[in-house]
């Protein structure tokens, strides 16, 4: 969304400063940069996603390489949410999940804040009950 923001307003500063030709290819140039940064925002935003399952958490991602996490929630050693100033402007929050492993990059961004804390809440019980279990 950002990327077509610059992209109408280069546009109409093009189109009011008159003169010559070279605002128009500018603006013709961002239009088309902006529509390819819109479609690869896009793409990216829809390959997330996530399951909670009975034991565990799938976690999907990638656009051109796909990876799928699955996280045991009795691995699970603690759930942070984070917003930074532009998901909080947008009222969303990222999920991060911390295991035992440091390698584990286990995150759900983009998620509405009510839902990254019921999540969180949700994630935190399943966590103990199943760590309580073993």
């Known amino acids: 969304m950002p990327a077509l923001v610059a992209a109408v307003l280069l546009t109409v500063a093009g189109a009011t400063s008159g003169g010559s030709s070279?605002?128009?290819?500018?603006?013709?140039?961002?239009?088309?940069?902006?529509?390819?940064?819109?479609?690869?925002?896009?793409?990216?935003?829809?390959?997330?996603?996530?399951?909670?399952?009975?034991?565990?958490?799938?976690i999907?991602?990638?656009?051109?390489?796909?990876?799928l996490s699955v996280v045991p929630y009795g691995r699970m050693q603690f759930i942070d949410v984070t917003a930074g100033p532009l998901e909080r402007s947008f009222?969303?929050?990222?999920?991060?999940?911390?295991?035992?492993?440091?390698?584990?990059?286990?995150r759900?961004?983009?998620?509405?804040?009510e839902e990254a804390a019921r999540l969180r809440d949700s994630l935190a019980?399943?966590?103990?009950?199943?760590?309580a279990g073993l």
């Open 22 to 58: 070279a605002p128009y290819g500018l603006a013709a140039v961002s239009l088309v940069v902006g529509a390819i940064l819109l479609r690869y925002v896009g793409s990216r935003y829809r390959s997330w996603g996530y399951a909670e399952r009975q034991d565990d958490l799938l």
């Open 60 to 67: 999907r991602r990638g656009v051109m390489f796909a990876r």
């Open 91 to 106: 009222g969303l929050a990222t999920v991060r999940l911390h295991t035992a492993a440091a390698a584990t990059d286990a």
């Open 108 to 113: 759900i961004p983009g998620l509405e804040r």
């Open 125 to 131: 019980e399943l966590g103990e009950a199943q760590a």
